[in-house]
T-cell receptor, first 113, second 113 residues
Framework: DQQVKQNSPSLSVQEGRISILNCDYT??????FLWYKKYPAEGPTFLIS?????DKNEDGRFTVFLNKSAKHLSLHIVPSQPGDSAVYFC????????????FGKGTSLLVTP | DAGITQSPRHKVTETGTPVTLRCHQT?????MYWYRQDPGHGLRLIHY???????DKGEVSDGYSVSRSKTEDFLLTLESATSSQTSVYFC????????????FGPGTRLTVL
């Protein structure tokens, strides 16, 4: 059963606007969350992470928000750029899974000029 | 970029033949992982290693075996390849198994006919 869910397979945003990618999880033991970006024919690239003791983490144009009570996290990209067009994977881990990463199915983001 | 290479990058084989994929790292990281990526499934963990000769199963380990005789190399073997093992395989590394991001290799595209 999928423990990390990305319910939007795709998202299209205009350049300069905000992109919001969402992720839900079911395992309350997860305590570390990551976002990866993937271009075609390449491996996933680490983007940003957040620990369960925080509710927000920022790195340049990328901000991840964590709502533990709702078991929900989101990635905000502001402003969006055409080079951000890629597949974004949400991942979660916890001590009871040996810190192996549990991935969502990904959301394909298209940023149009 | 983390020093991770995978070989071969592409392989086509026939059902029933053995196949070995190699992951090589130059980062001296303790943890290494094998994932597969399939449409509609995101990335799923096959096996991982937490040290030389120390390995454990992941979510989709059936039909796969691994070996790690040196820190830098992690081998994934399909003893008798099946069409359901057609996939893109990614190797990843991390410094520890705790709260730590994983860095991914470029992937191996395997087709089993």
């Amino acid at each position: 059963d999928q423990q990390v869910k990305q319910n939007s397979p795709s998202l299209s945003v205009q350049e300069g606007r905000i992109s919001i990618l969402n992720c839900d999880y079911t395992n309350s033991m997860f305590d570390y969350f990551l976002w990866y970006k993937k271009y075609p024919a390449e491996g996933p690239t680490f983007l940003i992470s957040i620990s369960s003791i925080k509710d927000k983490n920022e790195d340049g144009r990328f901000t991840v928000f964590l709502n533990k009570s709702a078991k929900h996290l989101s990635l905000h990209i502001v402003p969006s750029q055409p080079g951000d067009s890629a597949v974004y994977f949400c991942a979660a881990s916890g001590v009871n899974s040996g810190y192996a990463l549990n991935f969502g199915k990904g959301t394909s983001l298209l940023v149009t000029p | 970029d983390a020093g991770i290479t995978q070989s071969p990058r592409h392989k086509v084989t026939e059902t029933g033949t053995p196949v070995t994929l190699r992951c090589h790292q130059t980062e001296n990281h303790r943890y290494m992982y094998w994932y597969r990526q399939d449409p509609g499934h995101g990335l799923r963990l096959i096996h991982y290693s937490y040290g030389v000769k120390d390995t454990d199963k992941g979510e989709v380990s059936d039909g796969y075996s691994v070996s790690r005789s040196k820190t830098e190399d992690f081998l994934l073997t399909l003893e008798s390849a099946t069409s359901s093992q057609t996939s893109v395989y990614f190797c990843a590394i991390s410094e520890s198994g705790g709260v730590n991001e994983q860095f991914f290799g470029p992937g191996t595209r395997l087709t089993v006919l």
